[in-house]
């Protein structure tokens, strides 16, 4: 069974940093994605960064620049390093695994994400 666990978020001042990860287990396939979305209270998900099994990532405009995917496959993990982090980036981070070549995605439960003073 798959697993997606992130951790990592909290409460942070702006221009503060934080980095989330994402922990996936219980599956064998090599080939697969894996996106950050956020959704904010009020307003639809967003694609925040992704990175595929090449290490080839996409970002949002809104973060270009700011925030970093990295993947770690020895360990089945993936980083989301957000530096200089605005009141605008508060959400619920989540971490979605998809198989490729399939219509399967596997979702975390998200991590909250607060940017105030």
């Known amino acids: 069974q798959v697993q997606v666990v992130e951790s990592g978020g909290g409460l942070v001042q702006p221009g503060g940093s934080l980095r989330l990860s994402c922990a996936h287990s219980?599956?064998?396939?090599?080939?697969?994605?894996m996106t950050w979305y956020r959704q904010a209270p009020g307003k639809g998900r967003e694609l925040v960064a992704s990175?595929?099994?090449?290490?080839?990532?996409n970002y949002a405009d809104s973060i270009k620049g700011r925030f970093t995917i990295s993947r770690d496959n020895a360990k089945n993990m993936v980083y989301l390093q957000m530096n200089s982090l605005k009141p605008e980036d508060t959400a619920m981070y989540y971490c979605?695994?998809?198989?490729?070549?399939?219509?399967?995605?596997?979702w975390g439960q998200g991590t909250q994400v607060t940017v105030s003073s």
């Open positions: 979605d695994l998809a198989r490729v070549g399939t219509s399967y995605h596997y």
């Open positions: 219980g599956f064998t396939f090599s080939n697969y994605a």
């Open positions: 990175i595929n099994s090449g290490g080839n990532t």
